[in-house]
């Protein structure tokens, strides 16, 4: 069908089908940022601080606020600058997804090889580059997208070319998580793999459900670093659930099924940016439900897949949370000071264990019962 403007990813909005679909998909993402909230703030409770939790809901955020601007651009057509917001929105928030599930991807590999990509490591010092390449990419084409329309043909052109740059860039990030799960069991295990100190959140009971970690199964900072500190001088690397546990197979569907769907949105989006600037009949990439089927249905089933999987549990490494960082620094300088008693912030070891295992238990037979 011809028409009289240049075709453009998502086409553009008409009252009958984006006002439904873009409310739909507010209401869908509201939902699920709600539930990410929870856990968070649930497992945060008890101790379990997992950050990636808090970066699912910003992403939800973000995109009720990519179709609250469809809505508003649905109204008003001719606006250039909502028009400009909308593209913003719909660009950058699927880059929290790209980040984490790396991140994922890279626990798989460190609980493989330890030694080969503990803390300081070419392996961890290469990923740490990479995240911030990806994020240096998207704020340049934020940018950029917030000045195209409003510059001359020559710059225009040039910032054409970046965002295709840019798009296959994001079409490689989201396929790493692939390569780096493939590698990580293709690349064979050595003697210091097996024997390097490595530590897990074995007070975790299970990885379905609605369970939360109960922070009376927990060790105490001191009993917990001692384990991976004693004897051994080499750094000790904080993993993943080992598959002994039944954990880490699950782990891989939940790192390549969202791989392989955000691949797939990210290259039909990298398509449409390769398309000609003049082209006057819109391809079939450009057609308003493939926007909604690339950034809407795909985000909300790789979301709705970690929620349901469970990545908070599957994919959490107790030195996460920065209080057990300060904890284990001064267990270490206490230790070398030969001093017992352990004092961060004004608390002893003793009065945070107590305060971690909650008023209202009681000890019966050496266990922990609530009374």
Request: a positive charge; aromatic letters at 12%; proline letters at 4%.
């Amino acid at each position: 069908m011809l028409t009289s403007r240049p075709a453009v990813f998502g086409d553009y909005p008409v009252r009958k089908d984006d006002i439904a679909g873009s409310v739909v998909c507010i209401i869908c993402f509201f939902v699920l940022a709600v539930t990410n909230m929870t856990i968070f703030r649930r497992n945060k409770a008890r101790g379990h601080l997992f950050v990636p939790s808090g970066a699912m809901f910003g992403l939800c955020m973000a995109r009720i606020v990519t179709f609250s601007m469809r809505l508003a651009y649905t109204t008003h057509p001719s606006n250039v600058n909502i028009s400009i917001a909308s593209s913003i929105f719909i660009a950058a928030g699927v880059v929290i997804l790209f980040v984490l599930n790396i991140l994922f991807s890279q626990r798989v590999f460190t609980a493989q090889h330890p030694s080969r990509a503990y803390v300081g490591s070419v392996f961890f010092n290469i990923m740490r580059v990479y995240y911030f390449s990806i994020i240096a990419f998207l704020i340049v084409l934020i940018a950029a997208t917030g000045v195209y329309y409003h510059t001359n043909a020559t710059v225009m052109k040039g910032i054409a070319q970046f965002r295709k740059v840019a798009m296959v860039y994001f079409t490689v990030a989201a396929f790493l998580p692939i390569l780096i799960v493939t590698a990580a069991y293709a690349i064979p295990r050595s003697e210091q793999d097996r024997t390097w100190p490595v530590h897990y959140a074995h007070w975790i009971g299970k990885y379905s459900g609605v369970y939360s970690p109960d922070l009376r199964n927990m060790p105490s900072a001191s009993e917990f670093y001692s384990e991976i500190h004693e004897g051994d001088t080499r750094t000790p690397v904080h993993v993943i659930p080992p598959s002994d546990r039944g954990a880490r197979e699950v782990s891989l569907v939940l790192i390549i099924v969202p791989s392989v769907l955000l691949t797939f949105a990210t290259a039909v989006r990298t398509a449409s940016t390769f398309r000609s600037a003049v082209e006057i009949f819109k391809p079939w990439y450009d057609y308003r439900v493939t926007m909604y089927l690339c950034i809407a249905l795909v985000e909300l089933s790789v979301e709705i897949t970690w929620i349901v999987g469970r990545v908070d549990l599957r994919f959490y490494i107790p030195d996460n949370d920065k209080q057990w960082k300060k904890l284990a620094a001064a267990v270490a300088d206490n230790e070398k000071a030969g001093v017992m008693d352990l004092d961060v912030d004004g608390e002893t070891e003793v009065e945070l264990e107590r305060a971690n295992r909650s008023s209202g238990d009681v000890e019966v037979d050496g266990k922990s019962r609530q009374g």
